[in-house]
């Protein structure tokens, strides 16, 4: 089967398996971050059909959605791969960057890297940010019922990855937690080209709740 088969029908595999997802982490999540990281891998060296198809499935079964357990994702897409007859060393490598592409609080140890990780990681991070990223931050805090701001909370800024993972904060403690921290997080030379605009706007953004929520201007 050639590549763009492979990819098309996992495409409409991904797309079929998340048509019930949160609006945060559903198929035009994928679909975007599928796009974004073509166009990164266009400015970059890499294996443009691993990129894909990490961008594909790199949040095929997210582990926040199945009690914490990381193994499903890689498992759903370990199994489709093989259906297709798709080699094990592209395999092996896209299950290495579904392992790897959480965020996790930012302080845990590198243990892979590759460039095709490095665009799609970048990919994914520049959804979580702008104007896209705000919408989808106070989506999945309205799914978890999360309070949108608590001022006697403040941002816990040294969490590790199970603290991280099982945070109930705010909407807004997220921003300072991980979305503003984005832009210095990334990998490629495009990817932080394009995360300095979205990163500016959810700051003119933080500028204006607060001047909203202190009633004054």
Same mark, same amino acid.
């Given at each position: 089967?050639?590549?763009?088969?492979?990819?098309?029908?996992?495409?409409?595999?991904?797309?079929?398996?998340?048509?019930?997802?949160?609006?945060?982490?559903?198929?035009?999540?994928?679909?975007?971050?599928?796009?974004?990281?073509?166009?990164?891998?266009?400015?970059?060296?890499?294996?443009?059909?691993?990129?894909?198809?990490?961008?594909?499935?790199?949040?095929?079964? &997210?582990?926040?959605?199945? =009690?914490?357990?990381?193994? $499903? *994702?890689? !498992?759903? %897409?370990?199994?489709?791969?093989?259906?297709?007859?798709?080699?094990?060393?592209?395999?092996?490598?896209?299950?290495?960057?579904?392992?790897?592409?959480?965020?996790?609080?930012?302080?845990?140890?590198?243990?892979?890297?590759?460039?095709?990780?490095?665009?799609?990681? &970048?990919?994914?991070?520049? =959804?979580?940010?702008?104007? $896209? *990223?705000? !919408?989808? %931050?106070?989506?999945?805090?309205?799914?978890?019922?999360?309070?949108?701001?608590?001022?006697?909370?403040?941002?816990?800024?040294?969490?590790?990855?199970?603290?991280?993972?099982?945070?109930?904060?705010?909407?807004?403690?997220?921003?300072?937690?991980?979305?503003?921290?984005?832009?210095?997080?990334?990998?490629?030379?495009?990817?932080?080209?394009? !995360?300095?605009?979205?990163?500016?706007?959810?700051?003119?953004?933080?500028?204006?709740?607060?001047?909203?929520?202190?009633?004054?201007?």
């Amino acid at each position: 089967m050639n590549q763009e088969t492979v990819i098309q029908k996992s495409a409409a595999f991904v797309k079929e398996t998340l048509s019930d997802a949160e609006g945060g982490h559903d198929w035009w999540h994928i679909y975007r971050v599928w796009n974004t990281a073509r166009y990164i891998a266009r400015h970059e060296q890499a294996n443009h059909f691993i990129v894909e198809l990490g961008a594909l499935f790199h949040d095929i079964a &997210d582990s926040k959605f199945h =009690d914490g357990n990381e193994t $499903i *994702g890689p !498992a759903i %897409t370990r199994k489709f791969l093989l259906s297709l007859d798709v080699g094990a060393a592209v395999i092996d490598h896209v299950v290495k960057i579904i392992e790897h592409i959480s965020f996790k609080g930012g302080h845990e140890p590198v243990k892979f890297r590759s460039p095709e990780l490095d665009i799609v990681r &970048d990919a994914d991070r520049l =959804d979580a940010m702008g104007a $896209i *990223g705000i !919408a989808r %931050t106070f989506n999945y805090g309205g799914h978890k019922h999360r309070l949108i701001y608590d001022p006697t909370v403040p941002p816990n800024m040294t969490m590790n990855a199970e603290e991280y993972k099982r945070s109930s904060a705010p909407t807004i403690n997220h921003f300072y937690e991980k979305l503003l921290l984005l832009k210095d997080l990334m990998n490629t030379h495009t990817g932080k080209e394009l !995360a300095s605009e979205r990163h500016a706007f959810m700051e003119q953004f933080l500028k204006q709740f607060f001047m909203e929520w202190k009633a004054v201007k």
